[in-house]
């Protein structure tokens, strides 16, 4: 079985969303609902998505009902991607064990098929031993005790998703949004991916990483902020940004605007500089026809030199083969 998302044409892309006990309801509706909102031109879905269970069983939910699926565990033989939603409050989690009939199911699976997981979702593969030696994520909250578990894993917790190829893994909740919505634009490219977004009124992409919802003690609370700093800063990324200037649109000292910054967005100014930069230059990869030189000035790093220094520090790739790839998938 391929393990490329992009599918040929003549059928979906085949999902298969493993529910196991405790499954965090709202990871269990995000396949479906996002991936299934990925459309073609004509209007046909793009993906095929299947709950499925050991056995077909019923079971619990993290929300207090029970999930009754229509499959088992044969829809992960022929899936081109198996999907773990996080779990809850179950073995797996709290003491790392995963039962051996789905650890089997999963490890047959990883041979054919691409694997995803959502927030603890990652416990399940990391159990299986689907992880190791890899680069993974799952939610901040319970980054300590997965590596307690399982220590040969590359686990980084202050990301929204890790893309290792053919094992992804999302933070927790909504980052599996973000997750699903990555897949789509990787397949099919960036205008199906917004499509999808605007379908489940969802921004089509999120910048920052998990960092910036990782509980922190609460700075004392004033009538200041960095929020009218970084509103004016999106306006001008084309323009030199220093820190000076973006103290004074938020009526503040260097230092003190610093560590607000800090605390409001879980990063320095510079690195969230960089970052939106970034995004600026992916968007206009994806949607306009300008020259390498042009996006970079554009997003504001003055040389196509530095655009691809920054963009292949982000996503791994330079800028001309980060827009093949988008206008190839499309």
Same mark, same amino acid.
């Given at each position: 079985?391929?393990?490329?998302?992009?599918?040929?044409?003549?059928?979906?892309?085949?999902?298969?969303?493993?529910?196991?006990?405790?499954?965090?309801?709202?990871?269990?509706?995000?396949?479906?609902?996002?991936?299934?909102?990925?459309?073609?031109?004509?209007?046909?879905?793009l993906?095929?998505?299947?709950?499925?269970?050991?056995?077909?069983?019923?079971?619990?939910?993290?929300?207090?009902?029970?999930?009754?699926?229509?499959?088992?565990?044969?829809?992960?033989?022929?899936?081109?991607?198996?999907?773990?939603?996080?779990?809850?409050?179950?073995?797996?989690?709290?003491?790392?064990?995963?039962?051996?009939?789905?650890?089997?199911?999963?490890?047959?699976?990883?041979?054919?098929?691409?694997?995803?997981?959502?927030?603890?979702?990652?416990?399940?593969?990391?159990?299986?031993?689907?992880?190791?030696?890899?680069?993974?994520?799952?939610?901040?909250?319970?980054?300590?005790?997965?590596?307690?578990?399982?220590?040969?894993?590359?686990?980084?917790?202050?990301?929204?998703?890790?893309?290792?190829r053919?094992?992804?893994?999302?933070?927790g909740?909504?980052?599996?949004?973000?997750?699903?919505?990555?897949?789509?634009?990787?397949? %099919?490219?960036?205008?199906?991916?917004?499509?999808?977004?605007?379908?489940?009124?969802?921004?089509?992409?999120?910048?920052?990483?998990q960092?910036?919802?990782?509980?922190?003690?609460?700075?004392?609370?004033?009538?200041?902020?960095?929020?009218?700093?970084?509103?004016?800063?999106?306006?001008?990324?084309?323009?030199?940004?220093?820190?000076?200037?973006?103290?004074?649109?938020?009526?503040?000292?260097?230092?003190?605007?610093?560590?607000?910054?800090?605390?409001?967005?879980?990063?320095?100014?510079?690195?969230?500089?960089?970052?939106q930069?970034?995004?600026?230059?992916?968007?206009?990869?994806?949607?306009t026809?300008?020259?390498?030189?042009?996006?970079?000035?554009?997003?504001?790093?003055?040389?196509?030199?530095?655009?691809?220094?920054?963009?292949?520090?982000?996503?791994?790739?330079?800028?001309?083969? %980060?827009?093949?790839?988008?206008r190839?998938?499309?």
């Amino acid at each position: 079985m391929c393990k490329n998302p992009a599918m040929s044409t003549h059928r979906p892309h085949r999902v298969a969303v493993l529910a196991l006990d405790g499954v965090v309801a709202f990871d269990l509706g995000v396949p479906s609902q996002v991936l299934g909102s990925a459309r073609d031109e004509g209007g046909a879905q793009l993906y095929d998505v299947r709950v499925c269970t050991p056995g077909g069983r019923p079971v619990r939910s993290s929300a207090g009902f029970q999930v009754l699926p229509d499959h088992g565990l044969e829809q992960l033989e022929d899936a081109d991607t198996v999907l773990v939603p996080g779990i809850y409050d179950v073995p797996v989690v709290t003491e790392g064990v995963l039962d051996p009939p789905v650890r089997a199911a999963l490890t047959a699976a990883a041979r054919r098929s691409r694997l995803m997981s959502i927030c603890t979702g990652a416990f399940v593969l990391g159990a299986a031993g689907l992880l190791d030696d890899r680069p993974a994520t799952t939610h901040w909250f319970y980054a300590d005790r997965f590596r307690g578990f399982f220590p040969r894993v590359e686990l980084d917790p202050d990301v929204l998703f890790i893309d290792d190829r053919d094992v992804l893994t999302s933070a927790g909740v909504g980052a599996g949004i973000d997750l699903c919505l990555h897949v789509i634009r990787s397949a %099919y490219g960036s205008e199906v991916a917004n499509r999808a977004a605007r379908r489940c009124v969802v921004p089509p992409w999120r910048a920052g990483g998990q960092s910036q919802f990782i509980q922190r003690p609460v700075p004392p609370t004033t009538a200041s902020t960095t929020e009218p700093a970084r509103a004016w800063a999106l306006t001008h990324l084309d323009q030199p940004l220093d820190l000076p200037s973006l103290a004074r649109h938020a009526r503040m000292s260097v230092r003190t605007f610093t560590r607000r910054f800090r605390d409001e967005t879980g990063m320095s100014p510079g690195k969230w500089i960089i970052q939106q930069r970034v995004e600026r230059a992916r968007h206009l990869l994806e949607t306009t026809d300008l020259a390498v030189d042009q996006v970079a000035r554009h997003a504001g790093f003055g040389t196509g030199a530095a655009l691809r220094q920054q963009l292949s520090a982000a996503v791994g790739v330079a800028p001309s083969a %980060y827009r093949s790839t988008f206008r190839s998938a499309g």
